[in-house]
């Protein structure tokens, strides 16, 4: 795909990913998700939100195919599918602690 900056077209689909990723609490899915592959319960318990809210915002994420998932048992478990995201939140890590928002 070309370059955003060159390609309207490019800079939507772009743009796109941002916003499934710009929400707060999907942002801290994506981290969290980063380090470790997590069913819906232990997740919902680190993030201390609601299975339902939880549910709604992971729907989002696997909508815009950012998430994938597994079943095992009677758990589901997710996991990053988009190997970039990974970069992402590396570069928002650094970004946080440039600006002394984050603890390295």
């Known amino acids: 795909m070309p370059h955003p900056c060159e390609d309207p077209k490019a800079?939507?689909?772009?743009?796109e990913l941002f916003k499934a990723i710009a929400h707060p609490l999907r942002l801290r899915i994506v981290a969290?998700?980063?380090?470790?592959?997590m069913h819906v319960n232990a997740m919902a318990e680190r993030l201390g939100v609601s299975q339902s809210t939880l549910s709604q915002q992971l729907r989002i994420l696997r909508m815009r195919?950012?998430?994938?998932?597994?079943r095992?048992?009677?758990?589901?478990?997710?996991r990053i599918i988009e190997r970039h995201?990974?970069?992402?939140i590396r570069c928002m890590d650094s970004c946080l602690i440039d600006r002394g928002e984050s603890k390295p």
Do not use: F, P, R
């Open 11 to 15: 800079a939507a689909v772009a743009a």
């Open 32 to 37: 969290i998700l980063c380090e470790q592959t």
């Open 65 to 70: 195919n950012l998430l994938g998932t597994k």
């Open 72 to 78: 095992e048992n009677s758990h589901t478990y997710y």
């Open 85 to 88: 995201l990974h970069d992402m």
